[in-house]
């Protein structure tokens, strides 16, 4: 699966909570939206940021245990360029989360 499918579903894994971990893989030019699931106990936090620095409910989105949320990122010629990648963090370590990029056919 990739960038031209219509969409591409992975699994992200906080290890340490307060210690972020970046996506492996970053939303291409052609993903419009961001779905995120976390079937967890723990709340997760996303942010777009540089490091690895702990995101908490003051500098994050929270996706809820139990809970999901819905990112439109929209064209990638309308985004901005800040340099930031995403990242996660949880509330309790080991948590896992369901992330789906929802692609268009041009970026």
Do not use: C
Not at 46 to 73: D, E, K, M, R
Request: net charge negative; aromatic share 12%.
């Amino acid at each position: 699966m990739g960038q031209y499918d219509p969409s591409h579903a992975f699994e992200v894994t906080v290890a340490t909570a307060g210690t972020a971990v970046e996506f492996g893989l970053q939303p291409w030019d052609t993903t419009h939206t961001i779905a995120f699931y976390n079937a967890s106990g723990n709340t997760v936090w996303v942010a777009w940021q540089t490091t690895n620095a702990a995101i908490t409910q003051a500098n994050g989105t929270p996706v809820p245990a139990g809970g999901a949320f819905t990112l439109p990122l929209g064209r990638a010629s309308e985004r901005t360029s800040s340099g930031s990648t995403l990242w996660a963090d949880a509330s309790g370590n080991g948590t896992a989360f369901s992330v789906t990029y929802i692609q268009g056919a041009k970026a």
